[in-house]
């Protein structure tokens, strides 16, 4: 299992197969079967248009951080 944080392509190239290639990339390089990840809501539909299972998730503050 491994976590994907963060991974950014700049936006005049996205939409050309960049983050894909670099998920896929990651997969064939470490044998891995499955990646966990936190996605920002303009992200999501990318990360849902690959094969996944959805699963709540939350990000987790000591008391007296800042939650901004």
Known sequence: MACLAPLFV???VRGRGIGRALIEDLFAR???ERMDLLSEQASVAF????????KPGY???KSDSSLG
């Open 10 to 12: 700049a936006e005049r």
């Open 30 to 32: 470490s044998g891995l």
């Open 47 to 54: 990360y849902e248009s690959m094969p996944h299972k959805a």
């Open 59 to 61: 990000r987790i503050y």
